[in-house]
């Protein structure tokens, strides 16, 4: 059977299966055999604004559209191709006895109501639960809108769409006759615009901005959207009106099931399903399943049969006192897909494990003999769909609404790593096929997806590596990039480093195509390493050809629209105010005390100061102030200096002229900011350096008055009287004290307050009495030594380093520090030198 159209072809007759080889064995648990050998499927599309050339084997190639080669505006269906197209996007007939078609009940308000909004333009949101008959009522109002819009009336499934991009692809390829052309945002929101068309939108998923989007896209078209209640609200500002599809009422309920049973209901069946109306709150779908139960149970007790039959023979199966089986429970009846799957074929339950592994996703009906292993599997659809287990959505079937949460509850789930890999393993065979074409492929999308998702890695690079090009050529590029990212991580896993470089490309070529450059530009860069690694001079060549167009739109974007910047914007040249009189000759060296900048880094137009006006013109002339120039470094400061003269510019002094007669002075400009944080940065200075020397005295004192004198330090005197010391020959009396023995102890002197350091060491900050005025001490040579003033308290404080002699006296003396001539003490002399 063919996939879409339901018509036999030679390849399904020899084989069974779609696509099948004769000499393919169809049985389930076995890999299939390798694709055979033939031309590879290359596709070539118009991508926006480039050309795509989909090639399985080495990857895709894009290049720039040629000049001439860009397609024209494509044509719009007419009625003929629409109805055409209409029937493709209908369910595959099932092989089988036809099944009956439900009818429609109690919903005559409802489709009337639809039908005359819609007809106003006006789009409509249907919400109803799982179950409630939205498809049927939607398929009821396609029927008489066929005429209302230029464009007819176009069907789409938003199941698994969260984004509007794919629904405004769909419907643009539905509208027009453009099979090799996927155009980008700008031209699609273009074409879309241009469509009269009244949308009906089953299983929709998206609300909110997503369907504002959408709705704002097509102005155009009226929009029958059918949701289940837990789906995302429009927003306020949409205009979209409201209409809720309850169930049924109870002689509706047993009307419908009267109708799916074929026969009246007993009295025991009409309470049975009064109850069950009441527990389901008339849901059609749970009749619908409740009629598939009674069958069930009249053909086990075979109520059909006529009383006259004759008595059954020895050969008979059916024993000749069968057991009545009874109506099912209440708890049955909400829940029936245990029930109902413990009564139908083999192959329809080994369907249904197939089904609980692809997340409730069922493969088209021709793919089933070689997945279950029975030729005749393809006939399983039709019996599970009659049962009510299976519901349509778009071209293919799903489990219904709570089925494959009641199956995996009794263990129909156990097998599902198993049954997806051998599913994945499937469709990798069949989706590498020569004879499938990417049209079949993408009509079972979500199959594969499902599929891709269970399998191991090996399975699912294989399949990710055969699919990926069959959903890029057509034109379903949401399943294209799922596939590559699950194919990738695959890949990743499994260690293959050439897969995982062939995904990473096509990932990047699909990114260039959609206009996301940053993305396009990872994954090309990406690819080129991987294939750069394993030696792939073709490979690396072609994703180096894609990275070069990913340079060149970045170019051009950027050419386009700059980036902001964020920078002062340059100042225009400052030009003398044309009022003022010729400036004297005086002033061209400015005011006094006013530095004149010079220009050093960007050329700025020399600025002339505002010149000393005379007392006759200053009435007249309204006196200017200068306008003085920033001066910039061209480098960025490196050191502290260059730093503070950033912060700080001082500008240089002007050469005085000696011809020119000095003015009257000036008053000084009030707004001198260099001058003025001068004087703040020398007074802070200032005050620095007087903090620190007082600190300095501070510490110097506090630690002589804590501090003991040394063991063997020379003997000092503390009182006011002088005494020669004892003459050594070789040695002076002024010559200053050895050093201790104890290398411990440091060096000490007498020293009182108000005594200074000699010039011999170096470093030292002279100490002052706070209570006398201290006075200056001229330099001496090092190997004399300045008298000292008698101390003021007994207390002895720490003094400066003394200065060693050639010759060391070994005895101490009384005195060795210099300080100035005070309350009887003479400059210049020494202790030793007497009164």
């Not at 031209?187 to 504002?212: C, N």
């Not at 050594?728 to 005594?755: K, R, Y």
Request: glycine content about 8%.
């Amino acid at each position: 059977m063919d996939h879409i159209q339901g018509q036999a072809d030679p390849e399904e007759q020899s084989g069974g299966a779609a696509g099948l080889p004769p000499a393919l064995p169809a049985k389930a648990g076995h890999a299939p055999a390798p694709a055979p050998v033939g031309p590879a499927r290359v596709v070539t599309l118009t991508a926006g604004e480039f050309t795509l050339t989909v090639n399985p084997v080495d990857g895709s190639e894009i290049e720039p559209l040629r000049p001439g080669t860009r397609p024209g505006r494509p044509a719009k269906r007419d009625a003929a191709a629409r109805t055409a197209r209409a029937a493709a996007a209908r369910p595959p007939v099932l092989p089988g006895p036809p099944v009956p078609a439900r009818p429609l009940l109690e919903r005559e308000e409802e489709r009337e109501r639809l039908v005359r909004l819609l007809g106003r333009g006006r789009s409509v949101r249907l919400t109803g639960p799982s179950g409630s008959g939205r498809t049927a009522l939607l398929d009821a109002v396609a029927a008489q809108c066929a005429g209302l819009a230029p464009d007819g009336v176009v069907r789409l499934s938003g199941h698994g769409h969260q984004q509007p991009a794919e629904l405004l692809q769909a419907l643009y390829a539905t509208v027009y006759e453009a099979s090799d052309q996927r155009p980008d945002r700008i031209e699609l929101l273009a074409r879309v615009r241009d469509i009269g068309a009244i949308v009906l939108l089953d299983d929709l998923e998206m609300g909110g901005p997503a369907l504002d989007e959408l709705l704002h896209a097509t102005p155009e078209c009226a929009y029958l959207l059918a949701a289940t209640p837990e789906t995302r609200s429009p927003s306020d500002d949409s205009h979209i009106e409201e209409v809720f599809l309850g169930g049924l009422g109870k002689a509706d309920c047993l009307e419908l099931l009267e109708t799916r049973l074929g026969r009246p209901l007993t009295d025991l069946e009409t309470a049975w399903a009064s109850d069950l109306r009441f527990a389901s709150e008339g849901l059609p779908l749970r009749f619908v399943q409740a009629a598939a139960l009674l069958r069930q149970r009249d053909e086990l007790n075979h109520t059909a049969e006529d009383d006259d039959e004759e008595e059954p023979g020895v050969f008979d199966e059916r024993p000749r006192d069968a057991v009545e089986v009874p109506l099912p429970t209440l708890a049955e009846g909400a829940a029936p897909a245990e029930l109902l799957a413990s009564r139908v074929s083999e192959s329809a339950r080994a369907a249904l494990r197939i089904a609980c592994a692809l997340g409730g996703e069922l493969p088209h009906h021709a793919h089933l003999p070689a997945l279950v292993g029975d030729t005749h599997a393809d006939s399983a659809v039709s019996e599970l769909l009659d049962c009510g287990l299976l519901t349509p959505v778009g071209t293919r079937y799903r489990l219904a609404a709570g089925v494959a949460r009641q199956l995996e509850e009794v263990g129909y789930g156990d097998t599902a790593a198993e049954e997806a890999r051998t599913a994945a393993r499937h469709y990798a065979w069949w989706t590498g096929h020569s004879s499938v074409t990417p049209e079949r492929v993408a009509a079972e999308a979500d199959a594969v997806l499902c599929a891709l998702s269970g399998a191991d890695v090996v399975a699912a690079v294989l399949l990710a590596r055969t699919a990926a090009p069959a959903f890029a050529a057509s034109r379903h590029w949401e399943a294209w990039e799922r596939v590559l990212r699950s194919g990738a991580e695959a890949a990743r896993k499994a260690g293959e480093v050439a897969e995982q470089a062939y995904f990473h490309h096509e990932l990047g070529v699909l990114a260039l195509c959609e206009g996301r450059l940053d993305r396009a530009r990872a994954e090309l860069e990406t690819s080129i390493g991987l294939r750069g690694a394993l030696a792939d001079k073709r490979g690396t060549v072609a994703g180096r050809r894609a990275l070069a167009l990913v340079v060149d739109r970045e170019a051009a974007e950027v050419a386009a629209s700059p980036p902001l910047r964020l920078e002062a914007p340059a100042l225009p040249p400052a030009a003398a105010p044309a009022a003022l009189p010729p400036a004297p000759p005086a002033a061209a060296a400015g005011f006094p005390g006013q530095a004149v900048p010079k220009a050093v880094a960007a050329p700025v137009a020399p600025v002339a100061p505002a010149a000393p006006v005379s007392s006759a013109k200053s009435e007249a002339v309204t006196r200017v102030a200068p306008v003085v120039p920033v001066i910039r470094r061209q480098e960025p400061p490196t050191t502290l200096s260059e730093v503070f003269e950033d912060a700080f510019p001082i500008s240089p002094k002007p050469k005085p002229e000696p011809a020119a007669p000095a003015p009257r002075p000036a008053p000084q400009p009030a707004h001198d900011g260099a001058a003025r944080r001068r004087r703040v940065l020398l007074a802070g200075a200032g005050a620095l350096a007087v903090v620190a020397l007082g600190t300095v005295v501070s510490l110097a004192m506090s630690s002589s008055d804590t501090s003991a004198p040394p063991a063997q330090s020379p003997a000092v005197s503390g009182t006011k009287t002088r005494s020669a010391p004892p003459v050594v020959p070789g040695a002076s009396g002024n010559d200053p004290a050895p050093e201790p023995s104890d290398p411990a102890a440091p060096p000490s002197e007498s020293a009182t307050p108000g005594e200074t350091t000699s010039p011999t060491t170096p470093g030292r900050t002279p100490s002052r009495t706070p209570s006398r005025r201290p006075q200056s001490t001229p330099p001496q040579p090092p190997t004399s030594s300045s008298v000292s003033p008698p101390p003021t308290s007994a207390e002895p404080s720490a003094s400066p380093t003394p200065t060693e002699t050639a010759a060391p006296s070994p005895t101490a003396t009384s005195g060795t520090g210099t300080a100035s001539a005070t309350a009887g003490g003479t400059p210049g002399r020494s202790l030793g030198d007497g009164p």
